[in-house]
């Protein structure tokens, strides 16, 4: 696995606040997607966002927990664990490592990125594919085969500048999609909607996400958890700060149990009646598990992490020439492929992913806590393909093995 992303710049250089001003101003005025703007190069990551979806798995022991647990009221709360501790991973952990937070790589349409986790849970496997490019959309699969338990979805978000930079949907200021977790051996899902988040820290030249609004887990079997979020307040406060409920659906008033505490900290589970603590969750505790992926020379050319190679390595060396010139081939090999299609009447085959005809239980489950699918924003809903998957081709090994890529 490559390091380069470990050598990104942190915060403004000197030398760049010059540029950081002027990009600010441009984004100020700026009356579109944001994600099309060109930020200054200290901000630029070597990571593409078909890659983020990598950080719902980086804890595959708590991911399979839910799992073990046989009292479906105790197996809802697992699950709220789980998608608790994966947001330091999903939204901070990166600005953590960099020093702030980066502008990922904007994917192209059938992007991939695949990987898996090899650990005490056993293998956890992760599909990652850019699904559409307007709007831009990334379905992802994470799955445990052993445990039973698969974790799909997919997500839209478009940027615009207020006071601060919003992910939103049009009217919902959140990101668009969902993602549904399902246990096998209990034939339950849980349906995740997606928190609302915006960029702290841009006038200090240190960007890092915040989050706010709430999100909620319905499950089938009956239980809702309702995550409110708070950022930082003028006066007091801490950033990153939550405080969730686990309830009988339709019974907000009766919690089973209580969260609080801080997303990117520890947090505290109490019984709801009796307020006693029954568990917690230290991130710095929970030992995350890396990623691994094929080496480059034995990915398909689609791979995310070979297909964006050479923009990366001049990313990292501050070569904005090269890095511009090598996206300009990227994407003029994107317009061409689109133009193609366009001319013989068909779409782009996506990999792994489908876009579903029917989807009555995550309308089912959505209505319970009055969400909107949305799916005109996302080009349809998106669901994992095993069909597809089974017959996926293997990773290519030699250059030109793509004819679509050669155009």
Request: overall charge neutral.
């Amino acid at each position: 696995m490559s390091s380069a992303s470990e050598k990104e710049g942190s915060a403004v250089p000197p030398q760049a606040k010059g540029s950081w001003t002027s990009f600010l101003k441009s984004i100020a005025s700026f009356n579109g997607d944001l994600s099309t703007m060109t930020a200054p190069p200290f901000i630029l990551s070597t990571k593409s966002l078909v890659e983020f979806s990598s950080y719902w798995g980086e804890h595959p022991s708590v991911f399979v927990a839910p799992t073990k647990e046989k009292d479906p009221e105790k197996r809802a709360l697992r699950v709220l664990i789980w998608f608790l501790s994966t947001l330091k991973q999903q939204y901070a952990s990166r600005s953590e490592k960099l020093g702030s937070e980066k502008k990922p790589l904007n994917p192209f349409l059938g992007e991939l990125f695949l990987g898996k986790w090899e650990d005490e849970a056993g293998t956890t496997q992760l599909v990652s594919e850019q699904v559409s490019h307007h709007p831009p959309v990334t379905a992802y699969c994470i799955s445990n085969a052993d445990a039973g338990i698969r974790l799909q979805g997919y997500n839209a978000q478009k940027a615009s500048f207020s006071r601060t930079i919003n992910v939103k949907a049009s009217y919902a200021h959140t990101q668009i999609g969902h993602a549904l977790l399902h246990i096998d051996e209990y034939n339950e899902t849980y349906l995740i909607t997606l928190p609302a988040l915006h960029i702290e820290g841009l006038i200090t030249g240190s960007p890092y996400v915040e989050l706010n609004r709430c999100s909620y887990i319905q499950s089938s079997s009956g239980y809702t958890a309702k995550i409110d979020y708070s950022g930082k307040g003028w006066i007091s406060g801490k950033k990153n700060s939550f405080t969730a409920s686990l309830y009988p659906e339709g019974k907000e008033k009766e919690p089973i149990y209580t969260v609080d505490g801080q997303w990117t900290d520890a947090f505290t589970v109490k019984d709801g009646k009796t307020k006693a603590v029954v568990d917690s969750f230290d991130p710095k505790k929970t030992k995350v598990t890396p990623l691994t992926v094929a080496p480059l020379n034995e990915q398909d050319e689609m791979e995310s992490r070979r297909a964006w190679k050479k923009v990366a390595d001049a990313i990292t060396k501050g070569d904005m020439d090269t890095t511009a010139q090598e996206k300009s081939l990227i994407e003029n090999r994107q317009r061409e492929m689109r133009k193609v299609e366009r001319e013989e009447s068909r779409e782009w085959n996506r990999r792994f992913f489908t876009r579903a005809d029917k989807y009555p239980l995550v309308e089912q489950l959505s209505a319970k806590i009055g969400e909107s699918i949305n799916d005109n924003q996302t080009n349809g809903v998106w669901v994992f393909d095993q069909d597809k998957a089974s017959q996926a081709k293997p990773p290519s090994t030699k250059e030109g093995d793509n004819p679509e890529l050669r155009k």
